[in-house]
């Protein structure tokens, strides 16, 4: 047998083992929905801002790879409990921090965190990379060193990751960067329309006044003042860094839903692939 043909089969067994890594403990396929906006109860959202229950609290609503998400929601936010304080400044002196902690993809590097304190891309990043350490704790995956390198948070030198480059620049990116790093540039995502949305699933929002915000879904519900909101984690200056928040949707000119669908593409995707960010996002019609 010829050597590239060896190395290809040991290529796939490799891409073969990841997948059976993953769906060892149980269902761990693509998270699926029955086609219903998911209303939350109150109580689902009684333990306020602060918590570490979210894989409980929400895990009954789904099945599938977006556990491994709000498992490490769990994770992140117990390294701030508090929220860890929100910060962005790109020319401040240390840099901002994507995320209050140093962060290890199979125990290689991410980031050496400059500040403890953290912002919204930053947060659904770092649980992004957790939820995969989970997927993968048992199998100790091999990845090439130019994906690893597209991964990082910041350069070798500890100077910042611009916007745009590579997997975390493009997650980092104004306007829609899950669609971008996850569907358009590695291909481990697909697009969910909102009535679709699950816990887990990754949202990036296009306020109707100032920016965007990245963050992870949690649920619909109806506030006390009967305002239809959207529930979700991530890192903003209301929750003085990592937290929940119930936001009511008519703040919200667009959003962009993107769930996890294959993991494994983490093995496969090509570095150097472009994206297009011109892409429209969705209104919510709940």
């Not at 029955?34 to 979210?54: P, R």
């Not at 590695?186 to 965007?212: C, Q, T, Y």
């Not at 990245?214 to 979700?232: H, P, Q, R």
Request: hydrophobic content about 35%; aromatic content about 12%.
């Amino acid at each position: 047998m010829k050597y590239s043909s060896l190395l290809m089969i040991g290529f796939f067994m490799l891409i073969f083992g990841c997948k059976e890594q993953v769906a060892e403990n149980g269902d761990h396929s693509m998270t699926q929905d029955d086609g219903s906006w998911l209303i939350l109860s109150q109580t689902d959202i009684s333990q306020g801002v602060y918590h570490t229950q979210h894989a409980e609290i929400f895990g009954k609503y789904i099945s599938g790879y977006n556990s491994y998400i709000l498992n490490a929601i769990d994770s992140v936010q117990a390294t701030a409990i508090d929220g860890g304080g929100y910060f962005t400044g790109i020319t401040a002196i240390p840099p901002e921090s994507p995320i209050g902690y140093d962060l290890d993809l199979f125990q290689k590097p991410l980031l050496k965190a400059p500040r403890s304190t953290s912002y919204c891309s930053g947060s659904s990043y770092t649980a992004f990379i957790e939820g995969l350490n989970l997927m993968f704790a048992q199998s100790h995956p091999a990845l090439s060193e130019d994906r690893y390198e597209s991964l990082r948070m910041q350069e070798l030198d500890g100077g910042r990751r611009e916007d745009e480059v590579k997997f975390w620049g493009k997650w980092n990116d104004d306007g829609y960067g899950n669609h971008f790093a996850l569907v358009q540039y590695s291909g481990m995502g697909e697009v969910i329309e909102p009535i679709h949305a699950r816990p887990g699933d990754f949202l990036n929002i296009s306020w109707k006044k100032g920016g965007g915000h990245s963050v992870i879904f949690l649920g619909w519900v109806i506030n006390a003042d009967n305002e239809k909101c959207v529930v979700y984690w991530s890192s903003q200056k209301g929750t003085n860094g990592m937290g929940d928040s119930v936001t009511p949707i008519s703040r919200i000119k667009e959003v962009m839903f993107v769930r996890l669908s294959s993991p494994e593409k983490l093995f496969t995707f090509d570095p150097d692939k472009q994206v297009d960010d011109s892409i429209n996002g969705y209104s919510i019609d709940w």
